[in-house]
């Protein structure tokens, strides 16, 4: 044989030796290898084999009261569409008396500013004649197809139409009557069959607390339903509406509920929602619907024979709030409402009352604050009679009042500010103020009877008469119940002031036939 063959072999036979090693050692390497990690494998599997496995419970109904009552209002909760033109923007007085009164009225315009749906037309609106479109909701309160909405919902409107539950139509809707002072406003549409209409509670039973639902229309969003609580009663958060008294509730409410109802766990209707508190024109967690006492009885006039409301009013204005410096000057322990003015041929100043008189009863029942007063009277008849138990001086009397009509008293208050004061050399005063006499001329144009008050120059900034409200051109009547005739009254009272006294002025605010008088009070730093 070739010797180079012979080595070839060799080399062959040798590396046949070497590669069987090889796989000899890799298998030997794998085997102890998948032991040992077969091993740790069962030590780790075995190490919380204690655990005990998941055990899924049966099924269980969960609560559906909620799911009932949705389903049991939704098919009176409808859609409102309304179009409207742009008009030319009118001017509007730029500024108005600030004491709301059981017998003024007011714009609002402002207040809509801060709560969805009625913003002051002459801020952000289109070019006039543009056409403008807005959503609301309403319910069905009877079967001949009334409903019941907000008045800003369909105020101005050209067209307004309804939509139903389950019904593509869109239903053409005329006003039957509505009313500023509330917000109201009822409408009416026109269909085959009847309607089914929602069932209305006492709003008089809601304790603050108790479970409600908002229905309606937020974004155009048809039947959505919202769940929350009654969080507060008989809020009142417009200053210019002595006649709104609203319940708070935290149920989600937003731009297009307006006019929705507000109902209860039993599925009456306890509220009409119309407002919400807000900075960015959604919710933060505050809403407010009319209690659905007060829309009955609005309801109910709305569609007499004669579609508007009446009230009842004695001719008397007065502060909105309660004051504790100005209760204490006028000596009320235990409420009461002081007046800030009676209007001239008004049933109050037949009877004999005047400003600084605090009534504290009527007809027997305590008036504790503004709104029982307005309460009481704006419910009662023109033509009936209310004894008044009123303390003036110190010293308890009555008078018996023949309430009348408020438009037939007030009508339309309107008017505009275009007066500056006198000239001459103002008095400085401690309370932060310079104030100036009144020309008989002056007097007349104000509507200020000659010989009363004293006008406001300038208000001092941080000063205490800053801090109660009282601004440049306010006209001051009184001081602590003591007259201001001329600047010697005013310089007189002011010096016998003292740090830490109660002070209350009488006030008049305003011009024209939209002036009223009112209380400004605190304690002198």
Same mark, same amino acid.
């Given at each position: 044989?070739?010797?180079?063959?012979?080595?070839?072999?060799?080399?062959?036979?040798?590396?046949?030796?070497?590669?069987?090693?090889?796989?000899?050692?890799?298998?030997?390497?794998? %085997?102890?290898?998948?032991?040992?990690?077969?091993?740790?494998?069962?030590?780790?599997?075995?190490?919380?084999?204690?655990?005990?496995?998941?055990?899924?419970?049966?099924?269980?109904?969960?609560?559906?009261?909620? /799911?009932?009552?949705?389903?049991?209002?939704?098919?009176?909760?409808?859609?409102?569409? +309304?179009?409207?033109?742009?008009?030319?923007?009118?001017?509007?007085?730029?500024? /108005?008396?600030?004491?709301?009164?059981?017998?003024?009225?007011?714009?609002?315009?402002?207040?809509?500013?801060?709560?969805?749906?009625?913003?002051?037309?002459? #801020?952000?609106?289109?070019?006039?004649? !543009?056409?403008?479109?807005?959503?609301?909701?309403?319910?069905?309160?009877?079967?001949?197809?009334?409903?019941?909405?907000?008045?800003? *919902?369909?105020?101005?409107?050209?067209?307004?139409?309804?939509?139903?539950?389950?019904?593509?139509?869109?239903?053409?809707?005329?006003?039957?009557?509505?009313?500023?002072?509330?917000?109201?406003?009822?409408?009416?549409?026109?269909?085959?069959?009847?309607?089914?209409?929602?069932?209305?509670?006492?709003?008089?039973?809601?304790?603050?607390?108790?479970?409600?639902?908002?229905?309606?229309?937020?974004?155009?969003?048809?039947?959505?339903?919202?769940?929350?609580?009654?969080?507060?009663? !008989?809020?009142?958060?417009?200053? +210019? $509406?002595?006649?709104?008294?609203?319940? #708070? +509730?935290?149920?989600?409410?937003?731009?297009?509920?307006?006019?929705?109802?507000?109902?209860?766990?039993?599925?009456?209707?306890?509220? %009409?929602?119309?407002?919400?508190?807000?900075?960015?024109?959604?919710?933060?967690?505050?809403?407010?619907?009319?209690?659905?006492?007060?829309?009955?009885?609005?309801?109910?006039?709305?569609?007499?024979?004669?579609?508007?409301?009446?009230? @009842?009013?004695?001719?008397?204005?007065?502060? /909105?709030?309660?004051?504790?410096?100005?209760?204490?000057?006028?000596?009320?322990?235990?409420?009461?409402?002081?007046?800030?003015?009676?209007?001239?041929?008004?049933?109050?100043?037949?009877?004999?009352?005047?400003?600084?008189?605090?009534?504290?009863? %009527?007809?027997?029942?305590?008036?504790?604050?503004?709104?029982?007063?307005?309460?009481?009277?704006?419910?009662?008849?023109? @033509?009936?009679?209310?004894?008044?138990?009123?303390? $003036?001086?110190?010293?308890?009397?009555?008078?018996?009042?023949?309430?009348?009509?408020?438009?037939?008293?007030?009508?339309?208050?309107?008017?505009?500010?275009?007066?500056?004061?006198?000239?001459?050399?103002?008095?400085?005063?401690?309370?932060?103020?310079?104030? $100036?006499?009144?020309?008989?001329?002056?007097?007349?144009?104000?509507?200020?009877?000659? @010989?009363?008050?004293?006008? *406001?120059?300038?208000?001092?900034?941080?000063?205490?008469?800053?801090?109660?409200?009282?601004?440049?051109?306010?006209?001051?009547?009184?001081?602590?119940?003591?007259? *201001?005739?001329?600047?010697?009254?005013?310089?007189?009272?002011?010096?016998?002031?003292?740090?830490?006294?109660?002070?209350?002025?009488?006030?008049?605010? @305003?011009?024209?036939?939209?002036?009223?008088?009112?209380?400004?009070?605190?304690?002198?730093?």
């Amino acid at each position: 044989m070739d010797p180079r063959t012979s080595v070839f072999y060799s080399k062959i036979k040798s590396n046949r030796f070497a590669s069987l090693f090889l796989v000899l050692v890799t298998l030997t390497l794998g %085997i102890l290898i998948g032991t040992v990690v077969s091993k740790t494998s069962k030590a780790n599997s075995n190490a919380f084999n204690d655990a005990t496995p998941i055990q899924m419970p049966a099924p269980q109904q969960l609560s559906n009261a909620f /799911a009932t009552v949705a389903k049991q209002i939704e098919p009176s909760v409808v859609n409102i569409n +309304t179009e409207s033109t742009i008009k030319a923007p009118t001017r509007r007085n730029r500024r /108005a008396p600030q004491n709301p009164d059981e017998d003024g009225s007011g714009n609002m315009q402002d207040f809509f500013d801060r709560f969805f749906g009625g913003m002051d037309p002459n #801020q952000g609106a289109g070019p006039e004649g !543009t056409r403008e479109r807005s959503l609301g909701s309403g319910v069905i309160v009877d079967p001949k197809g009334y409903i019941v909405t907000n008045q800003h *919902v369909v105020d101005k409107a050209d067209r307004i139409r309804v939509q139903l539950l389950d019904d593509p139509t869109q239903y053409d809707a005329k006003v039957v009557g509505t009313d500023r002072e509330t917000d109201l406003a009822v409408i009416k549409i026109e269909t085959k069959k009847p309607l089914p209409a929602a069932k209305f509670g006492n709003s008089d039973s809601l304790q603050v607390g108790d479970w409600v639902l908002a229905i309606g229309s937020p974004f155009g969003l048809e039947e959505s339903v919202t769940a929350g609580i009654i969080s507060s009663k !008989t809020r009142s958060i417009d200053p +210019t $509406r002595q006649f709104q008294s609203f319940l #708070q +509730t935290d149920a989600a409410i937003n731009p297009g509920n307006s006019g929705g109802p507000l109902v209860s766990m039993s599925g009456e209707v306890i509220g %009409i929602n119309t407002a919400i508190l807000t900075q960015s024109q959604g919710y933060q967690g505050v809403g407010f619907a009319l209690p659905s006492k007060t829309v009955a009885a609005i309801y109910n006039q709305l569609i007499s024979t004669d579609p508007k409301v009446i009230r @009842g009013s004695i001719g008397v204005t007065f502060n /909105a709030k309660p004051n504790p410096a100005l209760a204490r000057v006028y000596g009320l322990n235990d409420g009461g409402v002081v007046l800030s003015g009676v209007s001239p041929n008004s049933p109050a100043e037949a009877a004999g009352l005047k400003t600084g008189d605090a009534i504290v009863a %009527i007809d027997g029942k305590p008036i504790k604050n503004g709104d029982d007063l307005v309460s009481e009277i704006s419910s009662r008849k023109p @033509g009936s009679k209310v004894k008044l138990n009123f303390v $003036r001086g110190g010293k308890s009397d009555s008078a018996t009042v023949t309430v009348q009509d408020r438009m037939k008293l007030f009508g339309d208050q309107t008017g505009d500010e275009s007066d500056s004061a006198d000239s001459g050399t103002p008095a400085d005063s401690k309370i932060g103020v310079t104030v $100036r006499p009144l020309t008989p001329e002056l007097s007349q144009r104000l509507e200020v009877p000659a @010989g009363r008050g004293v006008i *406001v120059q300038d208000v001092k900034p941080g000063s205490f008469a800053e801090d109660i409200g009282l601004g440049r051109a306010d006209i001051i009547l009184e001081i602590n119940r003591q007259p *201001v005739n001329s600047e010697d009254d005013f310089r007189r009272i002011q010096t016998q002031l003292k740090s830490g006294q109660d002070v209350a002025l009488l006030v008049r605010q @305003g011009r024209g036939r939209n002036a009223g008088t009112i209380f400004l009070s605190g304690t002198l730093p």
